[in-house]
C-alpha cells in the first residue's frame, strides 16, 4: 500500500519562497509518474504540476508556471516543489499523487491520481 509523507509547508509572505518534499514508500517510486495537487475548500482538489517516472518531462498548471518547479530523486523516493514568488491564491493543502495505473506515464491534469499522505498545508499571508 502506498504511503507518502508531504512536509515542507508553512507561512511564507506573499514573494516568498518554499520546498515541498513529498517521500513516498510501498511502491517502486521509479516507475510512477508523480503529480502535486492542492486542496481548497472552495475548489476541491486542483492539480498543479507533473513529472514523467524519470523525470524526463514535467507539466504546470497556468497559474503556477513560471513560478513553481517540480522535480525528483528517484534514489531517495522523494518529489520536490520548489515554490517561488508565492501568492496568497496558492495558500492551500499540498498533497502529492502518483499515476493510478502503472503503464500511464501521463502526469497532467486530466490523469487519475492516488493520494496517499495527509498533506502539508501552505499559508501565503502578509
Known amino acids: 500500500q502506498v504511503h507518502m509523507v508531504e512536509s515542507g509547508g508553512g507561512l511564507a509572505q506573499p514573494g516568498g519562497s518554499l520546498r515541498l518534499s513529498c517521500v513516498v514508500s510501498?511502491?517502486?517510486?521509479?516507475?510512477?509518474?508523480m503529480i502535486w495537487a492542492r486542496q481548497t475548500p472552495g475548489k476541491g482538489i486542483e492539480w498543479v504540476s507533473g513529472i514523467a517516472s524519470d523525470g524526463s518531462g514535467t507539466a504546470y498548471a497556468d497559474s503556477v508556471k513560471g513560478r513553481f518547479t517540480i522535480s525528483r530523486d528517484n534514489a531517495k523516493n522523494t518529489l520536490y516543489l520548489q515554490m517561488n514568488n508565492l501568492k496568497t491564491e496558492d495558500t492551500a493543502l499540498y498533497l502529492c499523487g502518483k499515476i493510478r495505473n502503472l503503464y500511464w506515464n501521463q502526469y497532467d491534469s486530466s490523469g487519475d491520481y492516488d493520494y496517499g499522505g495527509q498533506g502539508t498545508r501552505v499559508t501565503v499571508s502578509s
Open positions: 510501498g511502491v517502486t517510486f521509479s516507475s510512477y509518474s
